[in-house]
Every structure is written in structure tokens, then in C-alpha cells.
């Protein structure tokens, strides 16, 4: 463990900015994490994981702290379900192929998600039908004021939209060292009727899928669609897919027939950001080194040396064109720092 000074932070955010960090430590082990926060030295601190969720807007005057404690084991198992315990500084895709690798059910269709398995829970991630809560049984988290590790299990976590504890009250209270997912052995729960996933398994020509079918489904849609993050920086979805009222709604079909939705409750439903944005004419728009990538609306591109101001303000600019257009906040998924 060394602190080093003054380092470029662009290896270390899916979209490539190169913000600077004014001092910069990789921890690996928690003994090493505790350490470090416990130096008096440097007051402010800036928790990074795989760096996938994050827009940097300026350079970071503090310490940044890079989690990259690794590991992955079985705590229990039985005839049906297995605990799988993945430390934080684990890679999510890959953690997701070793689970399907043992034929372990439940978060395949999460599959070439970015980022690390620490921040997973944090933003409740999502995709095709499935969200981390489904499979979550528990975390183990730093308290950035005893210093102790502490349990949180689902009913602590507060599981919403891309949403948890850890972003809202408990946010900047704790750093997350490893999660623990209930999957199953056998007789998996397919989710296939979410998206494109049965047209997809149409075209591979497979009638009675497996959870490995299943992953290779959603990783040729999101192969397909998303850019990759080595060649085109970005961080995913920019925008969260925003709720409004069924009246609300109603009205707008009056002018945009078209557009879709999904129930979620009696009286809400949820509309596709996506589709928002395209239909306010962003989707493919390119402003010099960044944009909105023209096979996603959803995800903001870098495309080579764009700052992290550069694509806040055509995230600001989206905002507010949707909200003069349909009426309907749409808020940021990523965190903006």
C-alpha cells in the first residue's frame, strides 16, 4: 500500500475522464482500508470502486481511495441454493460468469453490467427483469465512524429503483468490502420475457434456454446496443427511467401515441428515459469529443478527451429539454463529482 501523488484518475472511470487525483491509494485488503482511513493526514476522502457510475467534473483536492480487495467463496450451501460471498473490488461481469460457470442461478441476466461488485448494491443495479435485490442476501460494510464492519441485510438495505440506503441516509457513512447473494443449484427462475431476450433466443435458435444461454442472450443485446466502455467511455445508463401519474401519462398520449410504458403501480407508471431523449432529438447527436450514442439515447459518450463538464451540461441540457417537451424530470443515475 503507497500513497502516491497527484495521479490521473482516467484508468480508473469507465468514462475515461482524466480528472486528477491530488493523492491516490489502492487498498486490497480491509486490514489496508481500515489504515487508511483511520490517516489524520488526509481528512477528505473519495471512495472508489470500479469506477462505472461516476462522472468526474473537476480534479479531486483529496485522497482518493480505490477498492480493490478480491475474492470470491461459498459460505454455505444446500440441495436448492448457494451463499456466494464476492468482495468488493470484484469485477461484476466477471463475478457473474464465475457464478454461471457453477451453473448458480439468479443474476444472469445482469450480465456485462460495469463496474464492481461493491458498488452493485449502492445503485440497486438492474437489467432485463432482474435486480440485484432479487438475489441479494447480504453485505458486510466499513463504518466510516467506528471503523467496525457492519451486516446489513435486505430489509437494512431499503432496496428501490436504483436506489438503497447507502444513497440516501447512509450515504458517505459506510464503504461496502463484500456482498453475499442467495442463488440457486437447480430448477432456476428464467427471465425471459423482459426486452428482447425471447427474440434473442429466437435467433440462437434455443427453445429451452439455460441461465448460460440466457447471459449470452443479454450480453449480445447489450454488445449490440451499449458501447464499450475500453473503446467509447461512458458509464451505462446516464438516466434513471422516470415515474409519473397515470393522468399525467394519458395526456401525453393525447400528442405522442406512441409512447410506452410500464405499470408500477395503480396509479404510476414508469416511461422509458430512452425514449424521451430520442424523441427530443438527442439520440446519435454528437457535440465535438462527447455525446449521446447513436444505438443507446439512455447512455452520454465520451469520445476521447471530452471534460466531465463538457457532458454535464449536455446531461443539464437533456433535463431540461425533456422537461419542457413532456413535463417529466428525469433524474441522473450516475453520481456527479
Known amino acids: 500500500m503507497q ?53 468526474l467534473t473537476k480534479n479531486q483536492d483529496l485522497l482518493v481511495v480505490h477498492i480493490n480487495i478480491k475474492g470470491i467463496s461459498i459460505v454455505s450451501d444446500n440441495n436448492d441454493s448457494v451463499l456466494v460471498k464476492a468482495n468488493a473490488g470484484e469485477n461484476w461481469h466477471e463475478f457473474v460468469l464465475w457464478c454461471i460457470n457453477k ?36 453485505c458486510e460494510a466499513i463504518s466510516l465512524e467506528t471503523k467496525k464492519i457492519e451486516t446489513f441485510i435486505k430489509e437494512d438495505c431499503h432496496f428501490d429503483y436504483r436506489n438503497s440506503i447507502f444513497k440516501q441516509h447512509a450515504k458517505g457513512k459506510y464503504i461496502i468490502t463484500s456482498v453475499t447473494f442467495n442463488l440457486s443449484k437447480h430448477n432456476h427462475k428464467l427471465h425471459i420475457n423482459y426486452g428482447t431476450i425471447s427474440t434473442q433466443l ?3 435458435k434455443i427453445s429451452n434456454p439455460t441461465i448460460q444461454d440466457i447471459s449470452k442472450a443479454v450480453i449480445s443485446i447489450r454488445t449490440q446496443k451499449l458501447p464499450n466502455p475500453k473503446e467509447i467511455g461512458n458509464s451505462g445508463s446516464f438516466f434513471k427511467n422516470p415515474v409519473i401519474t397515470k393522468l399525467h401519462y394519458q395526456t401525453l398520449l393525447e400528442n405522442f401515441e406512441d409512447m410506452p410504458s410500464y405499470t408500477v403501480s395503480d396509479d404510476e407508471v414508469k416511461v422509458p428515459a430512452g425514449w424521451l431523449i430520442e424523441k427530443a432529438g438527442f439520440k446519435g447527436k454528437r457535440f465535438g469529443d462527447y455525446g449521446v450514442h447513436k444505438n443507446q439515447a ?40
Open 298 to 337: 439512455l447512455v452520454l459518450v465520451n469520445y476521447g478527451n471530452a471534460k466531465g463538464s463538457d457532458i454535464l451540461e449536455l446531461a443539464e441540457l437533456i433535463q431540461k429539454t425533456i422537461k419542457r417537451l413532456f413535463d417529466i424530470s428525469v433524474e441522473a443515475e450516475v453520481n456527479i463529482l
Open 3 to 55: 500513497i502516491t501523488h497527484n495521479i490521473s484518475l482516467k484508468p480508473y472511470n469507465t468514462f475515461g475522464i482524466d480528472a486528477k487525483a491530488k493523492h491516490f491509494v489502492s487498498v486490497a485488503t480491509i486490514a489496508e482500508l481500515i489504515k487508511v482511513l483511520g490517516l489524520t493526514e488526509y481528512p477528505d476522502k473519495l471512495i472508489l470502486g470500479g469506477g462505472s457510475n461516476m462522472l
Open 202 to 204: 429466437d435467433e440462437m
Open 103 to 138: 451453473d448458480f442461478g439468479g443474476i444472469e441476466n445482469l450480465s456485462l453490467i460495469p463496474g464492481n461488485v461493491g458498488s452493485a448494491p449502492i445503485q440497486n443495479i438492474g437489467a432485463y427483469g432482474v435486480e440485484l435485490k432479487d438475489a441479494f442476501f447480504s
